[in-house]
């Protein structure tokens, strides 16, 4: 199994932990942006940036694994959207309920 450690931040962060996530940008067809470490309290429609692009959240998910009759954390795995391509999503949306 691999295993990926993030160091601590600088006091920017207040000393916040940061975790691995696996990211995921999800427009077709859906590309792997590796591993990245972020803090542990990411929602969605917050705002990343990855190698100087923009990207907003759109899922973030947790994934456990039971071992010795106990739940263990597997993944943490981020759905990430272009930011063009969030606000574009939800203009069609907002278009797709006003019609």
Not at 45 to 66: K, M, P
């Amino acid at each position: 199994m691999l295993q990926i450690f993030c160091r601590k931040k600088d006091k920017e962060r207040g000393g916040q932990k940061n975790f691995p996530y696996k990211v995921i940008e999800i427009t077709p067809p859906p590309k792997s942006l590796g591993i990245r470490c972020f803090p542990p309290n990411l929602q969605c429609g917050e705002s990343v940036t990855i190698e100087g692009r923009g990207y907003t959240i759109s899922a973030v998910t947790h994934r456990y694994q039971l071992r010795r009759g106990k739940y263990e954390p597997s993944e943490q795995r981020l759905d990430v959207l272009s930011t063009g391509r969030y606000i574009l999503n939800l203009y069609l949306e907002n278009l797709l309920q006003q019609s």
